[in-house]
């Protein structure tokens, strides 16, 4: 994925200070997420307050090659007097802006995907939103550096695990996922299988699960049965996965083979902001051996 990125800068020596001297233009960060950058053009602009204008091609393999290159921009970047776009839209040069542009240039990609996979403007899906448990407390303890990591490796693993199970990303959100399946079956599959390995030992996941009609938009799906999903994964507290009384009729229907030794929790009077009445949520476990083959 090649993306174009524009770096004004009041600093004379910023080219020298990105690629280590002024005549190398090519730099390959990292080979096993092909995360490159190369300069693309260069020119003085000595009026107003910018003494450079750079533009980049930036190219990276999925969120891990983007926290590479996020890293890597953000160390000869801090500090100075700057001004980037990617892709013609400005971005704060901090690490989160510079990450969530990166990855954001990945979704416009990804969107065509999505719209490619479902292939109507109305379609009942399996809709599995994720989150990571505690991720505020443990980026503290781990400092940025580590946590970028950590998240790429994860959002990493969940975009595989997505695909192994036939299912299509939506969505980054912070963090956590919002991913549509088209059944139950495969969405518990990919759900179990992020909880036993999420990409990072020291991380926790929770997930909920739902199904219903959804509205298809170009880079979105959107209808009161996705909003009941993230309802879902909000009424859990732990690092749990949680259906919803639709999904998991769904799974008894279904009976598959692999799901027989699953343990289900029945958690009824549970009430969702925004919805009426109350509902019964379904929270479900893998067995250790079981896990182990989730994660396998």
Same mark, same amino acid.
């Given at each position: 994925?090649?993306?174009?990125?524009?770096?004004?800068?009041?600093?004379?020596?910023?080219?020298?200070?990105?690629?280590?001297?002024?005549?190398?233009?090519?730099?390959?960060?990292?080979?096993?997420?092909?995360?490159?950058?190369? !300069?693309?053009? /260069?020119?003085?602009?000595?009026?107003?307050?910018?003494?450079? #204008?750079?533009?980049?091609?930036?190219?990276?393999?999925?969120?891990?090659?983007?926290?590479?290159?996020?890293?890597?921009?953000?160390?000869?970047?801090?500090?100075?007097?700057?001004? #980037?776009? #990617?892709?013609?839209?400005?971005?704060?040069?901090?690490?989160?802006?510079?990450?969530?542009?990166?990855? /954001?240039?990945?979704?416009?990609?990804?969107?065509?995907? !999505?719209?490619?996979?479902?292939?109507?403007?109305?379609?009942?899906?399996?809709?599995?939103?994720?989150?990571?448990?505690?991720?505020?407390?443990?980026?503290?303890?781990?400092?940025?550096?580590?946590?970028?990591?950590?998240?790429?490796?994860?959002?990493?693993?969940?975009?595989?695990?997505?695909?192994?199970?036939?299912?299509?990303?939506?969505?980054?959100?912070?963090?956590?996922?919002?991913?549509?399946?088209?059944?139950?079956?495969?969405?518990?599959?990919?759900?179990?299988?992020?909880?036993?390995?999420?990409?990072?030992?020291?991380?926790?996941?929770?997930?909920?699960?739902?199904?219903?009609?959804?509205?298809?938009?170009?880079?979105?799906?959107?209808?009161?049965?996705?909003?009941?999903?993230?309802?879902?994964?909000?009424?859990?507290?732990?690092?749990?996965?949680?259906? /919803?009384?639709?999904?998991?009729?769904?799974?008894?229907?279904?009976?598959?083979?692999?799901?027989?030794?699953?343990?289900?929790?029945?958690?009824?009077? #549970?009430?969702?902001?925004?919805?009426?009445?109350?509902?019964?949520?379904?929270?479900?476990?893998?067995?250790?051996?079981?896990?182990?083959?989730?994660?396998?």
């Amino acid at each position: 994925m090649e993306n174009r990125m524009v770096i004004r800068s009041a600093d004379p020596d910023l080219r020298e200070g990105l690629f280590g001297d002024v005549e190398r233009t090519p730099l390959t960060l990292d080979e096993e997420t092909d995360a490159s950058i190369a !300069l693309e053009s /260069s020119r003085r602009f000595r009026a107003g307050e910018f003494a450079d #204008i750079m533009q980049l091609a930036v190219q990276w393999g999925g969120p891990v090659g983007a926290g590479i290159i996020t890293q890597w921009l953000y160390d000869r970047l801090r500090g100075k007097k700057i001004s #980037i776009s #990617i892709n013609g839209r400005p971005v704060e040069p901090t690490k989160d802006e510079l990450y969530r542009a990166l990855s /954001s240039a990945t979704d416009e990609t990804r969107d065509r995907q !999505l719209i490619h996979w479902i292939g109507a403007d109305r379609a009942t899906l399996a809709i599995v939103f994720t989150d990571v448990v505690e991720s505020t407390m443990l980026g503290g303890r781990l400092g940025d550096e580590t946590m970028f990591k950590v998240w790429g490796a994860h959002f990493g693993r969940s975009r595989q695990l997505i695909a192994d199970h036939g299912g299509c990303p939506v969505k980054s959100l912070g963090d956590g996922a919002m991913a549509v399946f088209k059944t139950v079956e495969a969405a518990l599959d990919y759900a179990l299988a992020l909880q036993a390995d999420p990409g990072h030992p020291e991380l926790r996941v929770r997930a909920g699960i739902h199904i219903g009609p959804v509205q298809v938009l170009a880079d979105d799906v959107r209808g009161r049965e996705v909003s009941f999903a993230a309802r879902v994964v909000g009424a859990n507290n732990g690092a749990e996965i949680w259906l /919803s009384s639709e999904a998991k009729k769904q799974i008894d229907v279904l009976g598959a083979g692999h799901h027989r030794d699953l343990q289900w929790v029945k958690h009824t009077n #549970i009430e969702l902001k925004g919805f009426e009445d109350t509902f019964t949520l379904w929270a479900v476990e893998a067995p250790s051996d079981q896990t182990i083959a989730y994660a396998s």
